[in-house]
Structure formats: C-alpha cells, structure tokens
C-alpha cells in the first residue's frame, strides 16, 4: 500500500473514532437503533458503515474498475480492521459487503445463507433485518423519516405500496391508522419478509394484503378492470433498472417513471389523494412539467431535503416527491 494510502486510512480512522461519539449521543437522545455512521466522508476511503444493535454492516463503494486493482481487497480488510479496533467488536460483528453489478433481481439473491435474523426497533414497531445474507438488511435506513410521514398521512385511509420490499411502509401506514393497505413486490422472499414484519406489529387481518407480482403487469391488468380500487395513498419506492425474466417488460426509472405515475393518477388514486414517489437514481429528473400536474388539478412538491434523517451527509441518497391535490381557494 502506497504511503497515500496509509495516510487516508490514518484520516479515516481518526475520523471513526469522531463519527462514534456524535453518532451514539445522537442516537441516545433520538432513541434511534439503527443507523448510519460513515458515508465516504473521505474520498479516498469510498465505504459506507450502518450500525445495528448486534452488528456493523461495511458496504464496499469504490468504483468496479478501483475494485479490481492489485491491492484493493488487502486495503478494504484494513478497513474492516480499523472498523472493528474503533468499535471493540468482535470478526463476527462486522458484516461485509463487496459491491457488484447487479442485473434484474441480483437484489434479491442471497449473499450467504448464515440465516442472521433479528427484530430490531424504529420508533415504536419492529422490523425483522438480516446482516449477512442479503445486500440490503431489510430496512432502508435513509428512509425513516419518510416512514413517518406516511404514517402520520395514513389515518382512515386505503394505502397503495408498489414494490414494498419488505413491507416497512405499510407497516408504519397500519400503525397510523390506515383503514387498509396493499403491499406489491415482485420478490417472493420480500412478500413473505413483509408478511412477518406486518404479523410481527400485531397487523394480521385482511385489511393488509399482500401481493407477489409484477408491478407493470398488475397495473396494465387493473387498467382494465372496470371495478378496481382507487387508493388514497399510494407510495412507491421503484428500483433504478430492473431486466428480470419475471418482469413483463424491462424497467428504467427515468423512462418509465411518466407513464407510471400519470397513470396511477389518473387510474388508481381518488380525487384528493396523494402520491410519495421515491427513487435512489442519482441523475433522476422529473419529467412530468409542474403544468401537466396543474391541468389535473395536482401539484407536485420535491420533499428530498427535508426527507433525509440527520445522520445521512449524502443529499442525494434518494429523491422524495409528494404530488398532492392542489389547495382549494
């Protein structure tokens, strides 16, 4: 390792031990569990590490072309080192996580099969995570604040959730009160991941359905059926690209995401419901004009900064748009 590399690796840790004491007093006073610590503060130090209650996730960004160097595996393990003398934890505490292309539903593939489960806390309701067997936990920590506010909107209503993952969001919905909600993925293990975390909170009724199923295609479906729902809330968090032989036709955020919406609009919300549309593509732009919105009689305001928990320095983690009925003179 070059002596430029000892010396990011030097910054990185003595900018660790100052991330854990402004990160664990502040999750102390917020009563938060999981959280994030470090998010490529240091350029040269491309990682980004979660805290859970029984372990650390360490999440490898360095760009692919960085990844295949001679020496990058070696540095990302004195990354894992410096991790683990930072925090006094054991090997087994600290779960890596080496970055790869992901094609279709490679999202959805198991890393491992260690089975580590564990209920932890958000807010006042309980999210089943996995640590190791996955990319992704489970919960999408950039997301708590978001999932408050679909709770605090929920109360009384019928809740719409496309591509629900694990469910997070109609469980907080359910918990604010939703008089119903409709959990969609394409993911069988997601559905039933869902299935247990809605259970979990004490919301096993038929009020809380979920369906494993091509969003495109149950949409197109539902197009066509003269007595279809209308929902009003419906939030959907879409991933950026997806090509899965599952998929009824490829999907891409950026070019697909118009028609998506419009249509749900138009189709599936009532008159003065409301639309949370989330998306983790970083060059996204909005291709619906603020006039489109208006001549519906709908506004569409972009929430993304105000969304972002405080313990997330990257601004573009995500987008966060509300498109909500107009206010009436």
């Keep these: 390792m070059t002596e430029r590399g000892f010396g990011a690796l030097t910054m990185f840790e003595n900018r660790l031990r100052k991330l854990k004491k402004e990160r664990e007093k502040w999750a102390k006073r917020e009563s938060v569990e999981c959280y994030r610590i470090y998010s490529e503060d240091i350029p040269q130090v491309s990682c980004i590490l979660d805290r859970y209650p029984r372990g650390f996730v360490l999440y490898d960004k360095s760009s692919l072309r960085f990844q295949a160097e001679e020496g990058h595996d070696e540095r990302f393990d004195r990354i894992a080192s410096i991790v683990r003398d930072v925090f006094q934890i054991p090997e087994d505490q600290l779960f890596l996580k080496r970055r790869k292309k992901q094609k279709g539903l490679d999202q959805y593939d198991k890393l491992s099969i260690e089975g ?40 009384g209503k019928s809740i719409l959730n496309l591509f629900s993952y694990t469910g997070a969001f109609s469980v907080y919905a359910a918990s604010g009160g939703a008089q119903k909600t409709k ?4 993911s069988k293990t997601y559905c039933e991941w869902a299935l247990k975390n809605l259970e979990h909170n004490g919301f096993k009724s038929a009020n809380h359905q979920i369906v494993n199923a091509d969003i495109l295609q149950w949409v197109e479906e539902e197009t066509k059926n003269p007595n279809r729902e209308r929902y009003d809330l419906i939030f959907l968090d879409p991933p950026t690209f997806s090509n899965s032989k599952k998929m009824f ?49 709908f506004q569409c305001t972009n929430r993304t900064k105000e969304s972002i928990p405080k313990d997330f320095r990257d601004e573009k983690i995500h987008q966060l748009f509300l498109i909500q009925p107009e206010p009436k003179d």
């Design 116 to 155: 580590n489960f564990e209920w932890v806390k958000e807010s006042d309701l309980e999210f089943r995570i996995n640590l190791s067997d996955y990319l992704d936990t489970g919960l999408f920590l950039d997301h708590r604040t978001t999932r408050d506010w679909i709770r605090k909107a929920s109360k």
């Design 183 to 186: 959990s969609i993925d394409l």
């Design 249 to 297: 036709e490829e999907w891409d955020v950026q070019t697909k995401h118009r028609n998506l919406l419009l249509l749900l609009l138009t189709k599936f919300l009532t008159d003065d419901g409301e639309i949370w549309f989330s998306t983790n593509f970083r060059k996204f732009k909005m291709e619906v004009a603020d006039e489109e919105w208006n001549q519906r009689g």
